[in-house]
């Protein structure tokens, strides 16, 4: 009999597995059954689960000190070392990071940043979008009705139509911030076209809006680059990361040039701050996690991998289209009822795949970056048994 659970819900049917270890692409249950993690735990596990260099950073770091001051007011060596390898690894002038919790909390510093740089106070969001579940966040999110229930939202947020030339007129000389995810996550991996990014940045610059990408689910590598800002030939005055960025541990970063994220320390003076953001036991493993990307290559690797999912997948008349971006995948099929057969039908035979909240006739593939070619066959049969099941 399972106890009462003391844990607050979020769905009535969540899935429910009773997880007791993780190693590589696999987690596995009480009863000792292996699942494919072909999800990541949602874009978090991008080198896979139980890596070694990560549990001994962790320790490592736990053995100097944990949590010593809220953020911002001791020299903590190991922030700085993750902060300093992060701006490395990105184009000017994104040179330096705020350290949040989460990638919501980094999004609400974005969103902050772009009022308080600016002085004014409009912002624009895209429809469909996804940026998290605080009220800044929601607010700049575009599922209507994941947000009727708590309403009023934040004022003076206006919704463009995302890839959509016409709509970039809402940007004017009023705007704070435009926010948009570089590829849209949840709206089922919708990838913009080179003309509308380029115009959008243009219409940022003669209008003086910041332009904020949002890749905590599609940034550090989930694409094939290492930013997914980088093959349209543009960069962001704010960057918001999270999910993969602490290999596995929660963190966020907004990420901005030093002339613009140097404001937030006055004027007012402490007019944003967080207890735990840049928890140094974190930095720890985020620094060691873009160490382990960055040696093992694996995010040269991501487009081959892709390629070959999508490759041993797309044939099948199950299949109404593959969206994706190097391991960031939204396969569409006829319909929810569909899915939601796939899906079930999937993890009964021990892979782990996932719907998207605002597109419900597709489901979601991202597997951890170290998923071998062998992998990606069997959980290629895998799907594919259960579509020829539709
Ligand atoms: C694009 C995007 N932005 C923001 C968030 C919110 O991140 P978190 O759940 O860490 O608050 C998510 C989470 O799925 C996301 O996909």
């Known amino acids: 009999m399972i106890e009462k659970s003391h844990l607050a819900p979020t ?4 899935i429910g597995l009773n997880i ?27 080198l896979g689960h139980g890596n070694r260099r990560i549990k001994d950073a962790i320790s490592a770091q736990l053995d100097r000190h944990a ?35 989460s990638g919501t909390e980094a999004v ?13 106070t409009r912002l624009v969001a895209a429809r469909k979008s996804y940026h998290g579940s605080t009220h800044g966040s929601l607010s700049v999110s575009g599922n209507e009705v994941k947000k009727n ?18 709509s970039l007129s809402l940007i004017d000389e009023h705007t704070a911030g435009v926010i948009i995810e570089t590829i849209q996550g949840d709206a089922g991996v919708r990838i913009p076209s080179q003309e509308w990014m380029m115009a959008l940045r243009t ?8 332009l904020i990408l949002d890749e905590i ?6 694409c094939g680059t290492w930013w997914a800002f980088e093959p349209f030939g543009l960069v962001p005055d704010i960057l918001t990361l999270g999910k993969a960025l602490g290999a596995g541990l929660p963190i966020g970063a907004c990420v ?51 390629q070959l999912l999508h490759d041993l997948l797309i044939q099948h008349p199950a299949i109404v289209e593959i969206r994706y971006r190097g391991l960031f995948f939204a396969v569409e099929l006829q319909g929810e009822d569909e899915v939601m057969q796939v899906v079930s039908g999937c993890l009964e035979n021990g892979l782990i795949g996932f719907y998207f909240l605002s597109h419900r006739s597709a489901f979601r593939l991202a597997p951890p970056f170290t998923i071998t070619e062998e992998e990606i066959r069997r959980a290629a049969e895998i799907i594919t048994e259960q579509l020829n099941r539709l």
């Open 217 to 222: 689910q599609c940034g550090l590598g989930r």
């Open 20 to 46: 007791v270890e993780a190693e590589g692409i696999y987690v596995v249950d009480a009863d000792g059954r292996k699942y494919m993690d072909m999800i990541s735990g949602v874009g978090v596990s991008a």
């Open 149 to 166: 229930a708590f309403r009023p939202m934040l004022p003076e947020v206006y919704f463009m139509e995302f890839n959509d030339m016409d």
């Open 67 to 101: 949590h010593v001051m809220v953020y911002g007011e001791f020299h903590q060596g190991i922030q700085e070392a993750f902060a300093k390898k992060l701006c490395g690894l990105l184009p000017t002038p994104l040179d330096m990071v705020y350290f949040t919790n």
């Open 256 to 306: 901005a040039s030093s002339t613009l994220l140097s404001q937030f320390a006055h004027d007012p003076v402490l007019g944003h701050i967080t207890t735990f953001g840049g928890h140094p036991v974190i930095c720890a493993a985020g620094l060691a996690g873009l160490k382990e990307l960055e040696e093992r290559r694996l995010v040269e690797g991501v487009n081959a991998k892709g």
């Open 11 to 14: 769905s009535p049917y969540p």
């Open 108 to 120: 609400e510093a974005a969103l902050k940043l772009a009022k308080r740089v600016t002085g004014r």
């Open 203 to 210: 219409r940022c610059n003669e209008t003086g809006a910041m």
